[in-house]
Nanobody, 126 residues
Framework: QVQLVESGGGLVQAGGSLRLSCAASGRTFTFSRNTMGWFRQAPGKEREFVAVISWSGGTTYYADSVKGRFTISRDNAKNTVYLQVNSLKPEDTAVYYC?????????????????WGQGTQVTVSP
């Protein structure tokens, strides 16, 4: 079974930072050949795209709402993708989900997403 396990969420004040991690495992899963990224979902709202990174980390793309504040990275040797979240705002409060896909082009639109993690809660107080 393929597993994506997020960690690093928590409660922080506005302006604070966190580093979210997503560790992947599974015999049938080749981490370095999967596009990886993050979505988030706040209570009462639809799940929204946050960030995506290509196989070797050479290409990244961010939602406008987080551009300049969040940074996605990956370490293929550790089968882990990260999301550094800085200058946090209360509107960033959400459950953050890690996802994997065999393709890159449709990731930000939620297309061809193969695996999901269980999510990690980020709560930002005023």
């Amino acid at each position: 079974q393929v597993q994506l396990v997020e960690s690093g969420g928590g409660l922080v004040q506005a302006g604070g930072s966190l580093r979210l991690s997503c560790a992947a495992s599974g015999r049938t899963f080749t981490f370095s050949r999967n596009t990886m990224g993050w979505f988030r979902q706040a209570p009462g709202k639809e799940r929204e795209f946050v960030a995506v990174i290509s196989w070797s980390g050479g290409t990244t793309y961010y939602a406008d709402s987080v551009k300049g504040r969040f940074t996605i990275s990956r370490d293929n040797a550790k089968n882990t993708v990260y999301l550094q979240v800085n200058s946090l705002k209360p509107e960033d409060t959400a459950v953050y989900y890690c996802a994997a896909s065999k393709t890159y082009s449709g990731f930000s639109r939620g297309l061809d997403l193969d695996y999901w993690g269980q999510g990690t809660q980020v709560t930002v107080s005023p």
